[in-house]
């Protein structure tokens, strides 16, 4: 990417790349950082000289007043207070020592004056190195950042090539390979040439790669129509895992009415459902010249569930692409007829053990009715125990009553108001 930049003396607009813009900037950056640092730094010196002749300009001056002051004192001193001279010498000396210590601390204040402005002057300068150093590393970053990028960009340029390179030189081989398939067919060769050819492809890998694999015609008529061939293969314990049914579709170019592969794919699909496999694959040399066709395997489940179009030379990757997609499915095919056998199992379990609710629920209502019944037997034995218990209560506090009325009976008590009884009971 370029970017324009105008001559501010002459006015020509020139352009220059990125790079070439990132070191016009930087070198303008450093000369005003230059400059900039520079004027700073006179301007702390300038300061810092004014300050130094303004505080020895303050210092004299304070000093010469003070000392012309002490002079004119000493003086009148001397001229009034001779007799005094010895004291007043004692004072002077104080005094001009008391300025001695003045000027002391004015030159120490003066020093240190000077250390804070050259460390005020160092951390400026550390400040300005360390944001040179940043703005520094900050470009160099950028500039890795480019020079990788590029790099990138010219591997994954190769790469493209390559691989273009590569299909290229692939599709030329397989145009000359059909070019030559082509050359050797006959009128007479025309339909079973192609299942030969498949034939004769798959035999010779059979006893590597496909051991144990079934690959045969399919003789078997049915609805009026059977496909080519069927492919067939098995896992360890004999268990199919995968079948494909194929369809070879050949003529030459003297044909005059020119088929299409669509032509072919809903009677394929139909007799692969009869026939009970998984997927079906037309091998068709028809449409020579469409490129959907000649790129590579062509999926047609949008149209018809696990159709691919192919072209002969890819009879054997495609037999190997299912297989092995196939082969991974199979341990989760075990999975899951392990787990549909669990869940048999368990709807065993829970059919049985709903069944035992049901028994249990039925045992439980007859034993809760017969326990109410005994329970309602029970309350009448105890209402009837009770009543029971009522009447030999009321005859205990009769036979009671009749004791009582017993121990009071008295011979007094018989001869009250009968003076007959009395009178006997007196004989007595």
């Known amino acids: 990417m370029t970017k324009e930049i105008k001559c501010p003396k002459c006015g020509e607009i020139f352009q220059v790349d990125e790079m070439g813009y990132a070191m016009i900037v930087k070198q303008i950056r450093d000369m005003e950082f230059a400059r900039e640092l520079k004027k700073r730094v006179d301007q702390f010196e300038k300061d810092k000289l004014n300050a130094v002749e303004k505080a020895v300009s303050e210092t004299e001056k304070a000093f010469i007043t003070n000392i012309a002051l002490k002079e004119t004192e000493i003086t009148k001193l001397k001229a009034s207070l001779k007799s005094e001279q010895i004291l007043k010498k004692s004072e002077i000396n104080e005094i001009i020592s008391q300025k001695d210590r003045e000027v002391s601390e004015l030159k120490n204040k003066l020093d240190s004056f000077n250390k804070d402005k050259d460390i005020e002057i160092a951390n400026i300068v550390v400040d300005l190195n360390n944001k040179l150093s940043a703005q520094e590393n900050f470009i160099m970053k950028i500039t890795n950042e480019n020079e990788l990028a590029e790099k990138e960009h010219l591997l994954r340029e190769q ?38 050819h498949c034939e004769i492809e798959f035999n010779k890998l059979r006893s590597t790669g496909f051991k144990g694999s079934y690959f045969e015609k399919d003789n078997e008529v049915k609805s009026g129509s059977k496909g080519d061939y069927i492919f067939k293969d098995f896992d360890s314990d004999g268990n199919e895992y995968i079948s494909i049914m194929f369809e070879m579709k050949n003529e030459t170019d003297t044909t005059s009415k020119k088929k299409k592969n669509e032509d072919f794919l809903k009677e394929l699909d139909k007799d692969r459902r009869e026939k009970g496999c998984e997927y079906a694959v037309l091998v068709s040399m028809l449409e020579p010249d469409n490129e959907c066709y000649n790129t590579g395997i062509v999926d047609m489940s949008h149209k018809y569930e696990k159709m691919y179009v192919i072209r002969p030379q890819f009879f054997i990757p495609i037999i190997t692409l299912l297989r092995n997609a196939a082969q991974n499915s199979i341990q989760y095919k075990q999975e899951l007829s392990l787990i549909k056998l669990q869940n048999i199992d368990v709807s065993n379990f829970e059919a049985e053990m709903n069944d035992f609710k049901d028994k249990f629920s039925r045992n439980y209502k007859l034993a809760s009715n017969k326990f109410k019944t005994a329970i309602n037997e029970i309350d009448k034995t105890i209402d009837h125990l009770q009543k029971t218990k009522e009447a030999l209560l009321s005859s205990e506090n ?16 018989l001869t009250k108001n009968n003076p007959t009884m009395a009178a006997k009971f007196a004989m007595v």
């Open 159 to 196: 790469s493209l090539k390559d691989q273009y390179e590569e299909r290229l030189r692939f599709k030329d081989e397989e145009i000359a390979r059909y070019k030559g398939f082509r050359a050797r067919l006959s009128t007479k060769m025309v339909g079973e040439s192609l299942e030969q």
């Open 398 to 413: 009769n036979l009671r009553l009749a004791n009582n009325k017993a121990e009071d009976l008295s011979i007094k008590r």
